[in-house]
């Protein structure tokens, strides 16, 4: 619990809150432009994004209970929220913090540079919006 309170304090895109003492269920939230598709078919933006990460009785010994709760169109996170953790989603590792399970979301969830992001992220919106399906959604 310290590690991720000392995580949010040093990030400027990650905060969080939780339920108990000990925490047993987590809301964490990144703060990164991010693209996702709306019921009308057209894509918007968004720049707030939510994660639930409920800790299992078992934990950590079990992974973490994860679910995006934002909608967002990405290749690793599934329309109903489940997050893809690559080789961690079928072969936990209890020594894996829950700071750096975090880590490990934003960086999925981030190119390795503003740079690189910005590059890919306009590459698909080029695409999208020379399909017509852009329009810019509310802060939320």
Known sequence: YEAIRKLARESTIFSFDSVRDPPVLYRFVFRGLGVWKMKTGEIALRDIHEVAVELPAAYPRLIPNLSWKTPVFHPNISSSGVV????????????????????????EFHADTPEAYRASLASLLTYFDDLGLIRTASRS
């Open 84 to 107: 893809c953790l690559g080789g961690y989603g079928t072969h936990w590792v209890p020594s894996l913090t829950l700071d750096e399970l975090c880590e490990r979301i934003a960086a």
